[in-house]
């Protein structure tokens, strides 16, 4: 083809750092770090754009997206994001979070964040399990399935019900926008790209709490093939995590 008839058409962003992701194969914080990465671009905000990290698989993030970061106790990002967006409020700051993480020792402080209306945006990886410390049992767990700490399954009787934060936090009076998508396809790909867009648009425009919660695989401590994790994706997990919208007060794009 002529070099004059050749178009670009894919690229990598550039606050995306050129270092390989250190993620089991078939999970989904690669596509997810990816996403985060088109959007700081889309709206150039890398020079004011803050990460606060949880603690877990995705508590590297400083070393693939380039912007500066911050690394909070476990469960205590939300706390952390409201501190800095309060001090310096033209920043945009978003957390990255996983199940663990967010449902489990930090479910207070998400509820609050939400409840109080903070003008941050929160990225929820749930993968159904405790993926960094070994496969334990998370909140987000189905019923019956079998971790390290539930090897029998996971029982409602004894364990609760698996937690559903996009539900529950779409009834905060103080939340904005929330949204639950997956990145398993071309299809969710898009999906996905939308919804963390918009989230840091309704940051920009003081709109107020964000949180998009992204389905993701756990292939290791599934005990999985990357493909045969997104058939349990596809055939379970949605089953009780369904996508789509939960809240939007803030309208169309």
């Excluded at 962003?13 to 270092?19: E, G, K, R, T």
């Excluded at 401590?221 to 493909?227: A, F, S």
């Amino acid at each position: 083809m002529p070099e004059a008839a050749e178009k670009k058409v894919f690229s990598k962003p550039s606050c995306l750092l050129p270092n390989p992701f250190h993620f089991c194969p078939g999970c989904h914080h690669g596509v997810i770090h990816r996403l985060i990465a088109e959007a700081i671009d889309y709206h150039d905000i890398a020079s004011r754009a803050i990460s606060v990290i949880g603690v877990g698989c995705g508590v590297f993030l400083y070393d693939y997206i380039a912007v500066d970061s911050c690394e909070a106790p476990h469960g205590r990002a939300p706390a952390l994001a409201t501190g800095l967006k309060r001090a310096s409020p033209r920043s945009v700051i978003f957390t990255y979070q996983g199940d663990g993480d967010l449902g489990a020792i930090g479910t207070s402080e998400i509820i609050h964040a939400a409840n109080r209306g903070e003008n941050i945006t929160v990225f929820f990886v749930n993968n159904s399990v405790y993926g960094m410390t070994g496969g334990q049992m998370a909140p987000t767990t189905l019923e019956g399935q079998k971790t390290t700490t539930t090897p029998l399954g996971r029982d409602p009787q004894g364990e609760g019900y698996p937690l559903k934060v996009a539900e529950m936090l779409a009834s905060m009076e103080g939340s904005t926008y929330v949204e639950r998508v997956a990145c398993h396809t071309p299809k969710h790909i898009r999906r996905a790209r939308k919804a963390v867009n918009k989230s840091m648009d309704i940051q920009l425009n003081n709109k107020g709490f964000s949180l998009i919660e992204f389905i993701s695989a756990c292939p290791t401590n599934w005990r999985l093939q990357p493909e045969e994790s997104v058939k349990r994706m596809e055939e379970t997990m949605m089953d009780v995590y369904p996508l789509g919208v939960y809240k939007d007060l803030a309208g169309e794009d």
